[in-house]
């Protein structure tokens, strides 16, 4: 019913950038918040970045300072630019939204993840 549609994954070298989107379409009534995760090889799933509804930001600490979230509310749309990247940035990032649904449904939706890989 929801579904998210994510890009802007590739190669890049150490200290390059890139940016990510991710679109939601479907039955939305609302996004009460969005955020990137990744998952390195051989490593757990982490919060990279989050926005929510209210516009408030988080990210983890490694990424501080060198990414940074964003929206367009109009677009329903997620952005993540990435400056400064790193090798242990390596990983597939996924995008997630937390979306209430015109039926009052509201949960977690998932992207199909999309690979950066950072060379060294």
């Known amino acids: 019913q929801v579904q998210l549609v994510e890009s802007g994954g590739g190669l890049v070298q150490a200290g390059g950038s890139l940016r990510l989107s991710c679109a939601a379409s479907g039955s939305i009534f609302s996004i009460n918040a969005m955020g990137w995760y990744r998952q390195a090889p051989g490593k757990q799933r982490e919060l990279v970045a989050r926005i929510t509804s209210g516009g408030s930001t988080n990210y983890v600490d490694s990424v501080k300072g060198r990414f940074t979230i964003s929206r367009d509310n109009a677009k329903n749309t997620v952005y993540l630019q990435m400056n400064s990247l790193k090798p242990e940035d390596t990983a597939v990032y996924y995008c997630?939204?937390?979306?209430?649904?015109?039926?009052?449904?509201?949960?977690?939706?998932w992207g199909q993840g999309t690979q950066v890989t950072v060379s060294s």
């Open positions: 997630n939204a937390d979306i209430s649904s015109h039926n009052g449904l509201r949960r977690n939706y």
